[in-house]
């Protein structure tokens, strides 16, 4: 397939590289067009070196092969990543100022755009008018995720991670044959590592990324769930079309899963929940003690088992079947057992219908973007899906909770 990148000047043209690369690795002829403020971000030797072909950003390079309609005339699919709002008004009222514009204007095949800019600037009217214009004329808008932006702002504007706006492009040139095999589900999930006070600076948390929990969201959203993501500390910013539900504490969390649990057709328990909490939390911050030289005492810090989420889950389900309870385990292997003995004694300790057990420690799996698991189910074979990417990962365990939850 011929496909036409165009990138804009935002600070997101970074991602555009990654994107680059999955269009690239998957066999597809792509031509970057990028704006001249986009190469005051990435240079156009990284986008001729990623590619494998020329760049240029304006109409009079290589004049005699009439580049700013040949370009448009002959692509399969044009994706723009980041698009800024200039892209996105000079797009909608049909300005041709440079070959990016005149792309645009000549295309006849499927147009992508993913926008990324400030909060302000996305809920601003003219670009909500804009944007609604491209829309009626058939493009296809990838909604820009919330999350860190530049500089300490945070809100929607953020662009989508490079995987979503690929998948997106080729849905736009895919023919559908049937609607989306997860249409229909209501999906709860839950994600990142949960933070127990000590006191105002310091907690008690693990090493959980989030990364696994959200591409779970981010997957099933794009196979047509209805995803509610109930997140604790998060190291990603969450994907674009899910509901988010911010938590902190592992009681945080059960309360916010005890009220969506039993509306919910699926739910997934991928968060690091943390087992233990401080029995007091104090209202300042701990000191150290100063009783002279050779003080080297500690306060004592008493610990309470915090609820398992997950059992109550299990306990709380009416009839037995819905909904369908997926655990994960994340375990070390110890001296009473490896990791996947430990992994099926958790299953029918816990009850679940499909546990996701995978070796854990420092620099494995944690923070990671690719993970070995073994899939359990009561009365069935393991099933060991990786090394692969997380997102990899996600969809195989979406294929098997498809596959039991339509026979059920």
């Known amino acids: 397939m011929r496909v036409v990148l165009g990138v804009t000047g935002g600070i997101a043209a ?3 590289a990654l994107l680059l690369r999955l269009f690239t690795e998957a066999g597809h002829e792509v031509t970057v067009v990028p704006t001249e403020a986009a190469l005051r971000f990435v240079g156009a030797p990284t986008w001729e070196a990623l590619s494998g072909r020329p760049v240029r950003s304006e109409v009079w390079a290589s004049i005699t092969e009439v580049p700013h309609v040949r370009i448009g005339q002959e692509a399969d699919l044009v994706v723009v990543a980041p698009a800024t709002a200039d892209i996105l008004a000079k797009a909608a009222t049909g300005l041709a100022g440079d070959l990016l514009t005149n792309v645009l204007l000549t295309a006849r095949c499927p147009v992508v755009m993913a926008p990324a800019m400030h909060t302000e600037m996305w809920q601003h009217p003219a670009t909500v008018a804009n944007v609604a214009t491209l829309r009626a004329r058939g493009v296809r808008i990838v909604e820009p995720a919330s999350g860190r932006l530049t500089g300490t702002d945070t809100g ?8 979503e706006i690929y998948r997106s492009a080729l849905a736009a040139v895919e023919p559908v044959d049937s609607e989306p095999d997860l249409s229909g589900l209501s999906v709860l999930i839950t994600a990142g590592g949960t933070r127990e006070p000590l006191d105002p600076v310091r907690y008690l948390g693990n090493r959980s990324s989030g990364k696994q929990g959200v591409a779970l969201a981010q997957t099933a959203a794009a196979r ?15 994907p674009a079309g899910v509901e988010v539900v911010a938590v902190e504490t592992a009681l945080e969390m059960q309360r916010a899963v005890a009220e ?5 057709d699926v739910v997934v328990m991928a968060a690091a929940v943390a087992d233990f909490r401080p029995a007091e939390y104090a209202d300042s911050k701990i000191k150290k003690s100063h009783d002279g030289p050779g003080d080297d005492s500690a306060p004592q810090i008493e610990l309470v088992r915090n609820p398992d989420i997950l059992a109550g889950v299990v306990a709380d389900r009416e009839g037995g079947d819905t909904p369908f309870v997926v655990g994960f385990a994340a375990e070390t292997g110890d001296s009473t057992g490896d990791v996947l003995a430990l992994g099926r004694a958790k299953l029918a300790r816990k009850g679940c219908d499909l546990l996701v057990v995978n070796e854990v420690g420092v620099g494995i799996t944690f923070g990671q973007d690719s993970s070995t698991v073994h899939l359990l189910r009561p009365g069935h074979e393991q099933v060991t899906v990786g090394p692969a990417p997380k997102a990899a ?8 909770v498809r596959s039991e939850t339509a026979t059920s």
């Not at 929607?156 to 995987?163: V, Y």
């Not at 047509?224 to 969450?238: I, N």
């Open 14 to 16: 970074y991602k555009a």
């Open 260 to 264: 969506r649990a039993g509306a919910s």
């Open 156 to 163: 929607p504007g953020r662009l989508p991670e490079p995987e």
């Open 224 to 238: 047509g769930a209805a995803v509610t993501l109930v997140a604790a500390h998060l190291e990603v910013p969450p």
């Open 393 to 400: 990962v996600a969809h195989a365990i979406w294929d098997l």
